[in-house]
């Protein structure tokens, strides 16, 4: 654990990199947007290898102040006792269960944890919920969640394309100073269940599932909208990055 006068330490799981970019050849990575927004921040981030054994895995862990999970493909639909539903994309189950295993050690150990996209849905699988498999399959009626996407038209990560309720007593409620915000939004499948001691506190106006904290842990926060791609243009997002930095600190 780091000393309050040095950055603290952020470990954020590496991803299988699909885009074989460099010579065809296979490699880890995770997204410019993520270290960019733990770094101004204050924080310094560090990308944990896949495939560790789990001695490592916890060694790399201990050794951080908090964790970030981040977005990405689809969790494999048996960890939470579904069936392939035929819409799965990019399924990594050796990061699917790295990241679970992250998402339930820093419960039980108080570490801070934030989670954007995928990874909130990680943590309800991490505390045995469920998925919606396909948003626009399961749930037609809902707004668009996965505009960037859509072939008509110019879609951006960085567009405001619908807005989310929060819970009065959540902690990005009060981190934000608001009960409702826009976001942007690039997912296809959703948290339909966040088990206890989990709580929904974010929801868009369709009823889709947009945040999850864990009460009485000092920073247990789950996003389904990409505040990192926000950081240099809206304040709310660098406020979710900064409070959660400053939990990272006082662990």
């Known amino acids: 654990m780091t000393h309050n006068t040095q950055p603290p330490l952020i470990g954020i799981l590496a991803r299988h990199d699909q885009s074989r970019s460099y010579l065809n050849t296979p490699m880890q990575a995770q997204g410019d947007a993520y270290l960019h927004a733990i770094i101004i921040a204050g924080g310094t981030p560090f990308i944990i290898p896949l495939n560790l054994p789990e001695s490592e895995l916890r060694r790399l862990y201990a050794l951080s102040d908090g964790i970030l999970l981040t977005g990405g493909g689809d969790i494999a639909p048996e960890i939470y ?20 295993a992250l998402s339930r050690w820093a419960a039980d150990d108080g570490k801070p944890l934030l989670a954007i996209c995928r990874g909130v849905q990680v943590m309800s699988v991490a505390m045995g919920g469920s998925l919606i498999q396909d948003l626009p399959t399961q749930m037609p009626e809902a707004t668009l969640h996965h505009y960037v996407y859509v072939a008509e038209g110019s879609h951006d990560i960085k567009d405001l394309i619908h807005d989310v309720t929060l819970s ?19 997912h296809h499948q959703a948290v339909k269940s966040a088990p206890q001691p989990l709580e929904v506190v974010g929801w868009s106006s369709d009823g889709v599932v947009e945040a999850v904290e864990l009460p009485g842990h000092p920073f247990y926060v789950g996003v389904q909208w990409h505040p990192e791609e926000l950081v240099d243009s809206l304040s709310a997002a660098r406020a979710v990055f900064d409070a959660f930095v400053a939990a990272c600190r006082s662990s």
């Open 81 to 100: 006792g579904a069936d392939a539903f035929g819409k799965e994309a990019d399924v990594q189950r050796d990061r699917d269960d790295a990241e679970i």
């Open 168 to 186: 009065p007593a959540s902690i990005l409620s009060r981190v934000l100073a608001t009960t409702r915000l826009p976001v942007n939004s690039m």
